[in-house]
């Protein structure tokens, strides 16, 4: 018997509840590997998951927590042993199939990534989806010629998980980072991860008069979408990239071609579920050694199961600061 955060759906109503029950590992959907969850998190999605209608779930009764860490109980693959300590990101856990709001979770063994030297299970949660997909974009930034001393990096979205995370690893690598916000209370938050210019969401937000502006940043990690990434790309010097990666701020994108055509600026858009293996181990591995990890508490909001529902709310009104990490056997 495990608990588990249970969302149940109304078939006449069509409303959702979420509660925390005891059930049997049975219960468990079909997977190699038995993974006892130590922690999980709250991304975006978790909030649609846990919200009114239920969001991105396809089946019910569902488990959410689109990410965790752990310790392998069972496996049927050779990969893996009893002891191991994994993280899984991605694969539509969570939406699809059920996720890290439980005790324990069976997952297929392809999911899985070992859990890197140097990093606990609390630690890569506090990493975590977020974290990782913040890591997949310097990553791709830095293949794209991206290197310290080119000038400042942009980071939108900045004092949440995805733009925290960017913040402190850029900052350690040795870039400049201006951090956008529209929380002035941030600003000694995002100070402390290493930003050193902060950015008033709505001086970048404002609506485009010009497709191309003044030369100013040297790379981008958007994690809002929308207008704010429409006016980005007219500000990036020649040549400069933006890893794109949320949607917070609407799927639309209000530009034109001319910052492609004119500036040679590269929309790199950055998808975390279905990453391959060799990927994600060296997006987990590059977290590992370049995250400040001293850092990582002053991101942290701790939470339990019992914790969700309301936190569910609060990441879809953007309250949440940084990441929440779950203690599931709290």
């Given at each position: ?12 109503t ?16 079909a ?33 959410p927590?689109?990410?965790?860490a ?15 300590k ?9 939406e699809?199939?059920?996720g ?39 990553l791709?930034?830095?293949?794209h010629?991206?290197v ?23 900052a ?6 201006a951090?956008?916000t ?33 030369e100013t ?26 890893a ?10 209000p ?19 279905m ?17 400040p990890?001293?850092?990582?508490d002053a ?20 309250k ?11």
């Open positions: 018997m495990v608990n588990a955060l249970i969302v149940t759906k109304d078939d006449e069509g409303k959702t509840q979420a509660s925390v029950e005891r059930i049997d590992d049975s219960r468990l959907p997977g190699e590997v038995t993974v006892a969850v130590e922690y999980s998190t709250v991304n975006y999605k978790d909030g649609l998951c846990l919200g009114p209608g239920g969001g991105l779930v396809r089946n019910y009764p569902h488990v927590g689109i990410d965790f752990g310790t392998v109980e069972a496996s049927d693959d050779n990969r893996y042993k009893p002891g191991d994994v993280v899984l990101t991605g694969w539509r856990v969570g699809a199939h059920w890290g709001y439980a005790e324990k979770a069976r997952v297929k063994a392809d999911w899985l990534v070992p859990l890197p030297e140097g990093l606990t299970t609390r630690q890569a949660m506090a990493v975590g989806t977020a974290g990782f997909t913040a890591m997949l974009s310097v791709a930034l830095e293949d010629g991206l310290p001393g080119n000038g400042p990096v942009l980071v939108t979205g900045a004092a949440g998980g995805v733009g925290s995370v960017a913040t402190a690893i850029l350690k690598l040795g870039h400049e980072v951090a956008v529209g929380r002035p209370e941030t600003s000694d938050y995002l100070t402390s991860l290493g930003a050193t210019q902060i950015v008033a969401r709505e001086d970048i937000n404002e609506t485009v008069k010009r497709p191309l502006e003044s940043w040297a790379g981008c990690i958007d994690a809002v979408g929308g207008a704010m990434l429409a006016r980005v790309l007219g500000q990036m010097k020649y040549g400069a990239s933006v794109a990666v949320g949607l917070a701020g609407g799927a639309a994108l530009a034109t071609v001319v910052p492609f055509l004119l500036r040679g600026v590269n929309l790199l858009g950055i998808d975390s579920v990453q391959p293996f060799d990927n994600r181990q060296r997006a987990w591995a590059r977290v590992a050694s370049d995250l990890l001293e850092k990582l991101m942290i909001q701790p939470a339990t199961l019992a914790d969700l529902p309301a936190l569910g709310a609060d990441i879809l009104a953007g949440v600061r940084g990441r929440v990490v779950v203690d599931v056997r709290a």
